[in-house]
C-alpha cells in the first residue's frame, strides 16, 4: 500500500513517459525495420535515465512516509529522567527538539509553497524544516509562571504531565504535586504513582476519589478559610456563570455567609454538609449553639441549646414583620431568643452580628427562603450525596471512618501527592463543582503562604541573627480539562500562586471551553493571558490555533514574488505589444508558527512559548518503567512493546 502523499501527478507521468519514449526508441525502428537516422541507443540510455531519475525521487519520498508512519514510539525509562532531573535541578527537560526561529518558519513556508507532500503520512513536515533534533532544556524556573497546554485528545498532554510531574519530584526532595482529574484519565492516576515509586516517596500519595472511597483519603474542602463571606463566595462560585450577578445569587451567598458566621461565632466547623442541613432543613440547632455561645461570653445561664438541639416540639409563634408568616421555634429557644432581644435592646453593644444574620434567616418566611436558594441547593444536595457526603464533609466525630482528613493546607504541610479523580461522577458539572472547590481551598492557602511570606519579609530579619529565608514548598499543579473546573478563585490562585511558589499547568482541548464555562470571550481571555508558558499540540481547533500562534510574536520572512504581465496596446501607439517578467523579492509580517500549522503536527509534537521569549518545537517521550529482569533477557521492552533507547536524553550532563 503506497501511502498518500508520496505519488505526485508530475512525477507519474515523467516516469510513465520517460519509460514509453525509452521503449518506443528502442523498439520501434527494428519492429519497422527502419534504417535509424541516427544511432537510437544515446536517446533510449537518455530517457531511461531521465525515467530513473523520477523513479528514484518517488522512491526516496515512499521511503520516508512508510519510516515516518512506522516510526516507532519514543520511549525512556523514568529512572533515566529522575536521575537526570536530580543532576541538573536547574533545568527542565521537554523531550527532543529544536529552537524554532523566523528561519524555520520561513523554511516552512517554501516547503508548502513547493507542494511537499501533505496529508496523513507527511504531518511530520513540520520537522523535516530541521532534520537536527536535540535534548530540549528549558529554564526550571519558567514553570513557576505557570502553563497552558492546548492539544486535542490522544495528542500527548497527559504525557507532558508525565515528565513535567515526574521531573518535579525528581528536582525537588520535599515537592508538593496536586493533580486534579476532572473527566478521567486513568493515566494521571498512575503517572503521579509512578513518578512518586521512582523518586522514592511512594507514601507521599494520597488519592481522592469517589470510584474507591474504601482507598480514597478524606478532603474537606472548606478546612482553609480567613472570613465566612469567602467559604459562601466558594460555594456560590460553583454556579454557572450566567448566574453569578442575579438576585437568587446574592440571596444564597447572604443566606451561605450568614449560616458560615454564625457557625464560626458558636464553634462550629462549617462543612459542606452541616451548611445545606440549615440552609434546606434546620437552621434553629445553629441558632440555638449561638445563642448558647453568647449567653456564655455574657455570663448568663445558658437556658436552651441542649434542649433546642434535640427538640421536636415546636411552641412559640414569632411575627416578624407584619406581612411575613409567622415562624414556630422550640419554646426553649423562643424565651433564648426573647432573652437576646431583650438585653440588646437595652445594650445595643452586646449585639452580636453573627446572631443577628441567623435569626434574621431563622425569621425567613419558609417558602419564600425555599424559593431563593433553590439554585444553589441541588448543587450542595449533589456534593454531599452518597459517599461523596462523608468524603467531602468529614466527620471528625465518626470514629468509624478511619479515613485520614485532607486539605490543601495539609497536603502541602506533609509534603504529600495528591491526585484527585472525578471520572466516576456521571454529573460532569459536579465533578467540575468539586474540581473547583478544592481549586478554591488551594487559592486560600496560596493567598495565605504569599501573606506569611510578606509578614517575613515585613519582619526582617532579628538583631543578631543571620537572615534566614523562608524556603517556599514547590507545589505543582496540574488541572486536566482545566475548563472543567475554571472559577474566580482559578484566577485568583493563577494571580497568588506565583508569589507563593506554586507552579500550575492548566491542559485543555479548546479555546471555546474557556470561553462556554466563563461565559464571555473577555474572562477568558483574561485567564488565557496569565500564564507564561504556552504548549500547542495538535490541535484541529481553528479559534485555538489562532489563539496559540498568536501568543508567539510575528516575524518578517523574505519570499521572492514572480511577475508576470503583458499589454496590446492600441494602434494609434507606435508599438503593438509589450510583455514583462520579474522577480523580486518581497518581506511580509507572518506569524513565527502559522495557525494551521498547528493542525499538522503529530502526536506527541508540540510548539511551545517558554516564558522568557524562547520559542520551540519539540517531541514528548512517553516514561516507561522497565520490566523486572527476566529469565530471556527481554527486560528492555517496556509495556509499550515496540521500543528505542532514548535518543533525545543526553547519556551526560545536561549542556544542550
Ligand atoms: N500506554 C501507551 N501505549 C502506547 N501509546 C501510548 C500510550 N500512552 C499514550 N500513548 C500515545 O501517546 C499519545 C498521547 O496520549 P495522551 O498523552 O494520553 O493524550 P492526551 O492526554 O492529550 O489525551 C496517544 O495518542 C498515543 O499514541
Ligand atoms: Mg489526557
Known amino acids: ?140 524556573r519558567a514553570l513557576g509562571s505557570h502553563t497552558l497546554v492546548f492539544g486535542q485528545t490522544g495528542t500527548g498532554k497527559t504525557r507532558l504531565a508525565e515528565l513535567l510531574v515526574t521531573s518535579f519530584l525528581a528536582r525537588h526532595a520535599d515537592a508538593v504535586v496536586l493533580i486534579i482529574d476532572p473527566k478521567g484519565d486513568r493515566d494521571l492516576q498512575a503517572l503521579l504513582a509512578r513518578a512518586c515509586r521512582a523518586t522514592g516517596r511512594p507514601d507521599a500519595l494520597v488519592m481522592v476519589h469517589p470510584a474507591f472511597p474504601d482507598r480514597s483519603v478524606r478532603f474537606d474542602p472548606l478546612r482553609n478559610f480567613t472570613r465566612a463571606s469567602s467559604i459562601a463566595t466558594r460555594i456560590t462560585g460553583l454556579l454557572p456563570a450566567a448566574g453569578q450577578g442575579d438576585a437568587f445569587v446574592q440571596f444564597a451567598w447572604r443566606a451561605i455567609n450568614r449560616v458560615v458566621e454564625a457557625m464560626v461565632y458558636a464553634g462550629v466547623r462549617p462543612s459542606l454538609a452541616s451548611i445545606r442541613r440549615c440552609l434546606e432543613d434546620d437552621a434553629h440547632p445553629l441558632l440555638a449553639k449561638a445563642l448558647e455561645a453568647w449567653e456564655k461570653a455574657r455570663r448568663m445561664a445558658p437556658a436552651c441549646a441542649r434542649q433546642a438541639a434535640g427538640g421536636t416540639r415546636r411552641g412559640d409563634r414569632f411575627t416578624h414583620g407584619r406581612t411575613r408568616p409567622a415562624v414556630l421555634l422550640e419554646p426553649r429557644l423562643a424565651a433564648a431568643v426573647a432573652r437576646y432581644r431583650e438585653r440588646v435592646s437595652t445594650e445595643p453593644a452586646l449585639r452580636e452580628p453573627a446572631i443577628d444574620g441567623l435569626l434574621s434567616l431563622v425569621m425567613h418566611d419558609p417558602v419564600h427562603f425555599s424559593k431563593m436558594i433553590q439554585n444553589v441547593l441541588p448543587l450542595l444536595a449533589s456534593l454531599t ?71 517575613d519579609a515585613g519582619a526582617g530579619p532579628e538583631p543578631g541573627l543571620d537572615p534566614a529565608p523562608r524556603r517556599r514548598v514547590p507545589v505543582l499543579v496540574f488541572v486536566d480539562e482545566a475548563a472543567e473546573v475554571v472559577n474566580a478563585p482559578l484566577l485568583q490562585l493563577l494571580n497568588k500562586a506565583r508569589g507563593a511558589g ?17 461565559g464571555s470571550a473577555a474572562a477568558a481571555r483574561m485567564l488565557l493571558g496569565n500564564p507564561g508558558n504556552l504548549v500547542a499540540l495538535r490541535t484541529a481547533d481553528l479559534e485555538t490555533q489562532r489563539f496559540c500562534a498568536g501568543s508567539l510574536a510575528p516575524v518578517s520572512v523574505e519570499s521572492l514574488v ?42 506527541l509534537h508540540y510548539v511551545a512559548r517558554i516564558a522568557g521569549g524562547r520559542t520551540v518545537k519539540g517531541e514528548l517521550p512517553r516514561l516507561h518503567e522497565p520490566v523486572q529482569r527476566r529469565p530471556s533477557g527481554d527486560a528492555g521492552a517496556g509495556p509499550g512493546g515496540r521500543m528505542r533507547s532514548a535518543p533525545g536524553l543526553p547519556r551526560a550532563g545536561f549542556a544542550r
Open 1 to 140: 500500500m503506497i501511502p498518500p502523499g508520496v505519488l505526485r501527478a508530475g512525477e507519474l507521468v515523467g516516469l510513465c513517459g520517460w519509460l514509453s519514449a525509452a521503449v518506443a526508441m528502442a523498439w520501434i525502428p527494428s519492429a519497422l525495420q527502419a534504417t535509424p537516422v541516427a544511432p537510437s541507443q544515446p536517446f533510449v540510455l537518455g530517457a531511461l535515465g531521465m525515467a530513473l531519475l523520477n523513479g528514484v525521487s518517488i522512491g526516496r519520498r515512499w521511503r520516508t512516509c512508510r519510516r515516518l508512519q512506522d516510526a516507532p514510539q519514543w520511549t525512556v525509562p523514568v529512572a533515566q529522567v529522575v536521575e537526570r532531573s536530580r543532576r541538573a535541578p536547574d533545568r527542565q527537560w521537554l523531550g527532543r527538539g529544536f529552537d524554532w526561529t523566523p528561519e524555520h518558519a520561513q523554511r516552512m513556508q517554501r516547503m508548502l509553497q513547493a507542494g511537499a507532500p501533505m496529508p496523513a503520512a507527511c504531518t511530520r513536515l513540520v520537522d523535516a524544516v530541521e532534520p537536527r533534533s536535540r535534548p530540549l532544556f528549558v529554564d526550571a
Open 385 to 455: 450525596a452518597g459517599t461523596l457526603g462523608p468524603l467531602l464533609s468529614p466527620d471528625l466525630s465518626d470514629a468509624s471512618d478511619r479515613r485520614p482528613v485532607f486539605d490543601a493546607r495539609k497536603v502541602i504541610d506533609q509534603r504529600r501527592c495528591l491526585y484527585l479523580g472525578l471520572d466516576a461522577l456521571t454529573d460532569p458539572v459536579v465533578a467540575g463543582a468539586i474540581g473547583a472547590i478544592v481549586l478554591a481551598d488551594l487559592a486560600q492557602v496560596a493567598g495565605e503562604l504569599f501573606n506569611d511570606d510578606d509578614a
Open 502 to 518: 506554586f507552579s500550575i499547568c492548566l491542559a485543555a482541548q479548546t479555546v471555546h471551553d474557556f470561553e462556554a464555562k466563563l
Open 562 to 603: 514572480h511577475s508576470r504581465s503583458s499589454a496590446i496596446r492600441s494602434a494609434f501607439d507606435d508599438g503593438d505589444a509589450a510583455s514583462a517578467i520579474g522577480v523580486r523579492r518581497d518581506r511580509r509580517e507572518v506569524p513565527l508558527f502559522a495557525p494551521e500549522w498547528l493542525g499538522l503536527l503529530p502526536d
